[in-house]
């Protein structure tokens, strides 16, 4: 295992312990918790019902606008399917030398709850980076939640987005990632461990750093992923492993490795090639070019350092035909500032067999 001797890129662990960051939560029931490259911020237990999605424009503070546009929803009533909330998410203050975005965790996207951050005067979602400045950014944040499957009790106890700080941006460039490819492969053939993937195996490229993966079609015992049903059953997010996945989705099968999408409906499927990401890296889902894939193939987009696995893709399209072999997601890698402490399943080489479930559900 290679040890990164860059001192730029998204702060580890330990880093952001010790960095002069301040990133306090809303909540009254639990404090921000930090990963293996990000930090989990719970949210406030305050609901205000929107009009729509909105962001502010420069010198625009949040609450305001929210106490404009906003009408205060009852914590007695679940959040409705389609309707946007805005919550207190917490303050963030960080050093000149440093900025932030925030991404959902997989909690909220698998359950198909779309989250934003917005935050004072940056009309950027997802960002704590001052207009026209490197970083140093100091305000209020809120999150933006809509339910677009299913009803929801939101958590009062754990995130649904979490926060990765840098002090650089160290994102893999075509050369950089065929080097580090060599010192470590980043993707293996699904489940076989001992079998990992040569970057020319991958059959299409944007030639730009990332890497295309494509959906595993053949799956276990005919099974390749879930569709969201549209029902009036409320998922309760404060509650883990206490809801029957057929209540709230309905299995896919393929036939001959191809799978039609329907129009507008939400699937979740896995990755044909398991992604590895060592401890002195961090790797991100971004979306895709629309000329090779139109929709959204995720949510959540954070892959934590340490982490080995399939990957569980979040996906709503226009209606397509999807084919083996065609690419759906697209994964970009960089550098962190130093080795993370507490890697993903707290070590690298450790492989997760990944579920498409989140943890809601009983497995």
């Excluded at 420069?58 to 679940?78: M, Q, T, Y």
């Amino acid at each position: 295992m290679s040890k990164s001797k860059s001192l730029t890129g998204a702060l580890p662990d330990h880093e952001l312990r010790k960095r002069n960051i301040q990133v306090r939560s809303a909540s009254l029931h639990k404090e921000c918790g930090i990963g293996p490259a990000s930090i989990d911020i719970p949210c406030g237990d305050e609901f205000y019902r929107l009009p729509g999605v909105m962001q502010p424009v420069k010198g625009e503070l949040i609450g305001d606008l929210v106490h404009r546009w906003g009408r205060l929803h009852s914590n007695s009533a679940p959040l409705e399917v389609g309707i946007t909330y805005a919550v207190p998410l917490g303050s963030v203050s960080l050093p000149d030398n440093l900025y932030g975005y925030y991404n959902p965790k997989s909690s909220s996207g698998r359950t198909d709850v779309q989250c934003r951050v917005i935050a004072d005067s940056v009309a950027r979602y997802d960002t704590v980076r001052p207009e026209g400045k490197y970083g140093g950014y100091h305000g209020a944040t809120w999150l933006l939640i809509t339910p677009n499957s299913f009803p929801i009790v939101p958590p009062d106890n754990t995130s649904l987005v979490q926060l990765r700080v840098f002090n650089r941006d160290t994102r893999f460039d075509q050369k950089t990632l065929a080097r580090e490819w060599k010192k470590s492969p980043l993707a293996y053939h699904g489940d076989n461990l001992k079998k990992p993937f040569r970057l020319e195996e991958f059959e299409m490229s944007d030639n730009d750093g990332t890497v295309l993966f494509t959906a595993d079609l053949e799956g276990e015992d005919g099974l390749v992923g879930y569709c969201a049903k549209k029902t009036t059953e409320v998922l309760d997010l404060r509650l883990e492993r206490q809801f029957k996945i057929e209540d709230f989705f309905t299995p896919v099968s393929s036939k001959n490795e191809e799978l039609l999408f329907a129009p507008g409906q939400f699937y979740l499927l896995q990755t044909e090639q398991a992604v590895f990401v060592p401890s002195y890296l961090a790797a991100e889902l971004v979306a895709m070019d629309e000329r090779i894939f139109e929709g959204r193939s995720h949510y959540a987009g954070f892959i934590d350092p340490g982490f080995w696995a399939r990957i569980t893709l979040e996906i709503r399209c226009a209606g397509m035909l999807l084919r083996k072999g065609q690419p759906i997601a697209r994964v970009r890698f960089e550098r962190l500032t130093s080795n993370a402490l507490v890697p993903y399943n707290a070590g690298v080489h450790h492989y997760k067999k990944n579920t498409f479930a989140s943890k809601h559900f009983v497995i």
